[in-house]
């Protein structure tokens, strides 16, 4: 090889073209029998596409770009200021805290929102936080990321599970871990995103709220992905700001791995993704009117947008044809959320905002209190829309995306798809209180901070109210009906577990030693139903039954079954909707026998 050669070709272009050809003998020399042994769900259509075959397309043009690189010899070089977004700066105001004075305001808040989210961490796991432990603990690393039995699949949170269980045991506080971290973590991120539309002095007020709030709480104490999802997609969009006004590769590569992330934690961040190339196309259309040259920005955010979607379609290029197939069929199921347009849809977003006021239902005072939050929320809007319309596009597109692709797809609708806007909501109300309280007292700046920091310390305290309710029940009270159960029968009564109480009944029968074998029978059709009746011996038949607007969905005819059969003993109240467990004893057997304990 000439010195010529050497110096046009300098070893990283000579790894990449290595790293190319790897890439492409893998993709070519892949086997296929790995694949058909991941486990899957059988009751549902084989999916239309091979997870092989994807994967060998995502690395064939993975090769092909390394290929491009490497003949290009692309470097990243910092864009001229008349190419990168104007304003979208960190907000000063004269009279505002120090940065010293907000760093230790923003600890000691996150430090309260530590404390918040691990106190009753060892509180029942409920269904869905079961459901991941049992499909997914005891599978291998290359298992989880290639299969997808359930949208339960959340897999950042599922690799971090498995994680904490080999590190301290299966034990609720462990697996909720993840979520705790990334729930507290949220809190500075929201800060940090915060402080382009406020001050420091508003910018932890309004982390202050995220810290109490009932909803973030929920979420944190949940072993599941969304505190990662809300967390990450923070970051993600700051970083974006970042990277469009100033133009910085430590900005950029933050923002590539924050999405890659989140599209790990959640599915939904793909659409976070598309509603931050939205924002970016828009900061691409402001520089060209203002007369700067937008060509290289439109550049930098093609090959950044890329690059994240990229990488976030080789991490589920196996496992994306399940998804598919899952996503489908399920989320057509009308008992897995709701019609958009629909009172019951209406009454259980209502039921989720009252519950952050102190009401566990609809009650007029919770929502009375939740109002003037939600007003001041959707005045707000205007105002981060001229402080930092970037990233108020960042946050707000998301969820109308979702809601496009799930009319779009006939798919039902749950309020949990819609969870970034929580953190959009406390931003909004912030910055409408702030705006609101410098317009009234536009010429005494010192009673504008006093009446701004008051009124969201109100709101803080409102919201903090709702946490006492949250603590004393949990997600699903399964420990407690299982114990009432066991005290209420005799040695010779059965019980009869019903549809979706099964998992958790027996997850937590188990370990408290119930006669699940002998005494215990798990019913999901009618003909089981009957079976289990016909083995009662001389004792009385008991039922278990959560989740009752999916059983009456799903199965109405065991539904009414046990609506003609059984009397309703006791519910015990879960803070999930419609979450609470229900013991019914049956209605002969209550005739001639003693009252139930």
Known sequence: MTDAT????????????????GVALAAALMPHAWYDALPRQAELPPPPISGVTVLRLVLAVEAAVLLLVAAFDWRFVRMAPTSRLAGHLQREESGDLTPRAAAVGLTIITLVALALRVYHLDRDLWLDEI????????LSVPQIVGSYLRSNNHLLNTLLLKGMIALFGEQAWSVRLPAVAFGVAGVPALYWCARLALSRRASLGAALLLAVSYHHLFFSQNARGYTAYLCLALLSTRALVNGLRDDRGRDWLLYVMATVLGVAALLNTAFVLAAQGFAALAAVWRVHRA??????????????????????????????????????NVYKTQSTGFVLFSWEFAREVLRGVSAGFGSGGVGVGALLAAVPFLLVAAAGAFAVLRRAWALALALALPGVLTLAFLLVRGLTISPRFFLLWLPLAVLTAVVAIDAGAGWIWRARPRRAVLM???????????????LGRYYAIPKQPYRAALAYVERARKPDDRVVVVYLAELGMRYYGARAGAPLDERYRFVRTVPALDSALAQRGAGRVWLVVTFERALQMDLPELNARVHSGWTLQHTFDGTVGDGGISVWRERDAAATSGTAP
């Open 131 to 138: 459901s991941p432990i049992l499909d997914y603990a005891s």
């Open 452 to 466: 701004g920091t008051g009124t969201v310390a109100v709101l803080a305290m409102l919201s903090a109210a709702s």
């Open 291 to 328: 007369g700067g040259a937008a060509m290289p920005l439109l550049r930098r955010v093609l090959v950044v947008l890329a690059i994240a979607g990229f990488l976030s379609a080789e991490l589920y290029a196996v496992a994306m044809p399940e998804v598919y197939v899952v996503i489908s």
């Open 6 to 21: 050497r110096q046009a070709w300098p070893r990283s272009r000579w790894l990449l073209l290595v790293a190319a050809i």
